[in-house]
């Protein structure tokens, strides 16, 4: 027998699941329009969080082999988002840093999809707004993201 919380769950999960991904694919256009991909966009934020990171270490925080990442890495430093810098205390190890203009993209991506979705939400009823402002919350929590 399924309990009426399982069943809640899965009713609300069928029903939040197509909204998070148009949403999510909606965020991604806005990425995309400034002309990087959401994953490059990751990548960008995820080195600018942890200054340093080699690409074996981002390819561990993306779940990806570091041959399938670096073309992305190559092309982001190709375009002057990315630079690989050698460690001064082991020549072997060779970091990601975000260059100037990756943390001014990085500032662009963020503006825009606030934006995008700053436009929307102030189309809502007060209630509506007020509503999904108490889901934050729980979203969070949802994630793993305790803050």
Same mark, same amino acid.
């Given at each position: 027998? $399924? @309990?009426?919380? +399982?069943?809640?769950?899965?009713?609300?999960?069928?029903?939040?699941?197509?909204?998070? &991904?148009?949403?999510?694919?909606?965020?991604?256009?806005?990425?995309?329009? #400034?002309?990087?991909?959401?994953?490059?966009?990751?990548?960008?934020?995820?080195?600018?969080?942890?200054? *340093? &990171? @080699?690409?074996?270490?981002?390819?561990?925080?993306? *779940? $990806?082999?570091?041959?399938?990442?670096?073309?992305?890495?190559? =092309?982001?430093?190709?375009?002057?988002?990315?630079? !690989?810098?050698? @460690? @001064?205390?082991?020549? =072997?190890?060779?970091?990601?840093?975000?260059?100037?203009?990756?943390?001014? #993209? #990085?500032?662009? $991506? !963020?503006?825009?999809? +606030?934006?995008?979705? +700053?436009?929307?939400?102030?189309?809502? /009823?007060?209630?509506?707004?007020?509503? $999904? /402002? /108490?889901?934050?919350?729980?979203?969070? =929590?949802? #994630? *793993?993201?305790?803050?």
């Amino acid at each position: 027998m $399924i @309990s009426e919380v +399982t069943l809640s769950s899965e009713l609300v999960a069928d029903e939040l699941r197509p909204v998070l &991904l148009r949403l999510a694919r909606e965020l991604r256009k806005e990425t995309e329009q #400034l002309g990087v991909t959401a994953r490059q966009a990751t990548l960008l934020w995820l080195v600018k969080r942890s200054p *340093g &990171l @080699s690409l074996a270490e981002l390819a561990a925080e993306e *779940g $990806i082999s570091p041959p399938a990442l670096s073309g992305h890495v190559d =092309r982001l430093e190709r375009a002057g988002l990315l630079e !690989r810098v050698r @460690s @001064s205390e082991d020549r =072997r190890r060779v970091g990601l840093r975000l260059t100037e203009d990756g943390a001014r #993209l #990085l500032r662009r $991506i !963020r503006a825009r999809r +606030t934006t995008w979705l +700053t436009e929307r939400l102030g189309a809502l /009823e007060p209630s509506e707004l007020e509503a $999904i /402002e /108490e889901a934050v919350p729980a979203l969070r =929590r949802l #994630l *793993g993201d305790n803050a």
